[in-house]
């Protein structure tokens, strides 16, 4: 990651006035990216929703998963399947992608990962 993305990460974290979006490429990648994103604040503790990987369903009609992007800020993990589905529902309607920090992880990914 470039030293401005972290930069930008660390002050999302420590004003907390952020939603933190991961997008990753393997489902399982979320999680200690995650983890690694919380213990930059040590000895502080992320007091909002932490979601390890949230997944969008566009037939449900209540969307409760993306609620949290309407409230206080959350730190979530995303597939990137899901990811532009989230993107148009959500940021479209609410305008809150000013207020969410976007780490893709899929451009870190190398050439031969699958």
Same mark, same amino acid.
């Given at each position: 990651?470039?030293? @401005?993305?972290?930069?930008? /990460?660390?002050? %999302? !974290? +420590?004003? #907390?006035?952020?939603?933190i /979006? ?5 489902? &399982?990648d979320a /999680?200690p990216?995650? =983890?690694?994103?919380?213990?930059l604040? &040590?000895?502080? #503790?992320? %007091?909002f929703?932490?979601? $390890? /990987?949230?997944?969008?369903n $566009?037939?449900? *009609?209540?969307? =409760? *998963?993306? @609620?949290?992007? +309407?409230? $206080? $800020? %959350?730190?979530?993990?995303i597939? #990137?399947?899901?990811?532009q =589905?989230? !993107?148009? *529902?959500v940021?479209e309607?609410?305008?809150?992608? =000013? *207020?969410t +920090?976007i780490?893709? +992880?899929?451009?870190? &990914?190398? @050439?031969?990962y699958?």
């Amino acid at each position: 990651m470039p030293v @401005e993305e972290i930069v930008a /990460l660390f002050t %999302a !974290l +420590l004003f #907390e006035q952020k939603s933190i /979006l991961v997008v990753c490429q393997d489902k &399982y990648d979320a /999680l200690p990216v995650i =983890t690694s994103v919380l213990s930059l604040i &040590y000895p502080l #503790e992320w %007091a909002f929703a932490v979601v $390890p /990987l949230m997944k969008h369903n $566009p037939q449900d *009609e209540d969307n =409760t *998963e993306m @609620e949290c992007f +309407l409230g $206080p $800020p %959350a730190i979530m993990g995303i597939h #990137e399947s899901q990811f532009q =589905t989230m !993107l148009d *529902e959500v940021f479209e309607k609410d305008c809150k992608k =000013t *207020e969410t +920090l976007i780490i893709d +992880l899929r451009k870190l &990914y190398g @050439e031969g990962y699958d």
